[in-house]
């Protein structure tokens, strides 16, 4: 009996201490410091010693910077969330527009990264109108909820280019998390765009957190579940109900979905089950053999471009 007595304090004690990093963990991944002078790494690009120290510690992650900027005329807009966070977009108009593509970036990222697709929707004849989602750039913020929360950023930017710039055309374009904020903001919010276009989504928050675990060779099971339960019960919602593939049911606009297949944060089977739920009749996965989570603009142009004018129905006599 004292055997197994101990043995079971022992498990509870494991059990506790799990849970305890498990939290703790999830707290370091969704709330970023004001840091600019740390550089912030991904999981690919870490020592052994850094992704060792992560697995036990966190990582410490500074709130993302916006470094490039336009190099056209553009105005800079300020919205304002629910719970009175600035958000900051930048306005970029085109001569005679066709429509409106609003963008929104991934993870870790703002609206500075997303400068080369804007500039090629513009070429199409697209007003553009970029936002850095709260947390990240220059918006307020330090805490994220990998697009759970930010569902509510994306309705905000579709209400300002629909009413206050009177736009009726207007396209969503989002990656990763800035894809999975979208797919949620669409039904949530009843938004009407006319088109939708998805780089690498993720299919549920429990995958994106497993992802990012493959990133540092860890299991993702339990300890994605564990981040995930942890995550949403700090954020103030159930990790395990934020489902993007879910949500894609609802999606009822034409959609371009678009993957890499060496991409490790998102697999082949979230991207298919994403395809597989999405509600539209009119639907098209793009494959980019050898690009991983990255710009597809950017790792493959002339495919990338060839590919959003045909969704778009601009004719080949543009850029």
Avoid at 43 to 56: A, D, F, H, N
Wanted: aromatic share 12%.
């Amino acid at each position: 009996m004292k055997v197994l007595k101990r043995i079971g304090w022992i498990c509870l004690s494991l059990f506790v201490l799990l849970n305890i990093i498990g939290a703790f963990h999830a707290y370091k991944f969704t709330h970023f410091y004001p840091d600019n002078t740390h550089a912030n790494k991904r999981p690919e690009q870490m020592s052994t010693w850094e992704k060792t120290r992560m697995i036990l510690f966190g990582i410490r992650i500074s709130k993302p910077v916006v470094k490039n900027f336009p190099d056209v005329p553009y105005e800079t807009i300020a919205l304002h969330t629910s719970g009175h966070l600035k958000l900051e977009g930048w306005w970029i108009p085109a001569t005679q527009p066709r429509g409106t593509v609003i963008l929104f970036h991934g993870y870790m990222g703002n609206k500075g990264a997303q400068l080369s697709e804007a500039a090629y929707f513009r070429a199409l004849g697209y007003n553009t109108f970029l936002l850095d989602f709260r947390a990240h750039g220059n918006s307020d913020g330090f805490t994220t909820s990998i697009g759970f929360k930010e569902a509510e950023d994306v309705w905000l930017a579709y209400d300002f280019v629909h009413r206050q710039k009177a736009q009726q055309h207007i396209i969503l374009w989002g990656m990763s998390m800035g894809a999975a904020a979208i797919l949620k903001a669409v039904p949530e919010y009843q938004l009407q765009p006319e088109k939708i276009i998805l780089e690498s989504p993720f299919a549920t928050l429990t995958d994106a957190v497993k992802g990012r675990m493959r990133a540092v060779h860890l299991p993702g099971t339990p300890l994605a579940q564990l981040l995930t339960f942890w995550g949403g019960m700090e954020l103030g919602f159930s990790g395990f109900d934020y489902a993007p593939e879910a949500y894609a049911q609802k999606i009822k606009a034409p959609v371009l979905l678009c993957w890499g297949k060496q991409d490790t944060r998102v697999i082949e089977a979230e991207t298919q089950a994403i395809y597989q739920h999405l509600g539209s009749p009119d639907k098209t996965l793009l494959i980019f053999p050898d690009a991983g989570h990255e710009s597809f603009c950017q790792h493959d142009p002339q495919k990338w471009q060839t590919a959003i004018r045909h969704f778009l129905g601009v004719a080949t006599s543009q850029p």
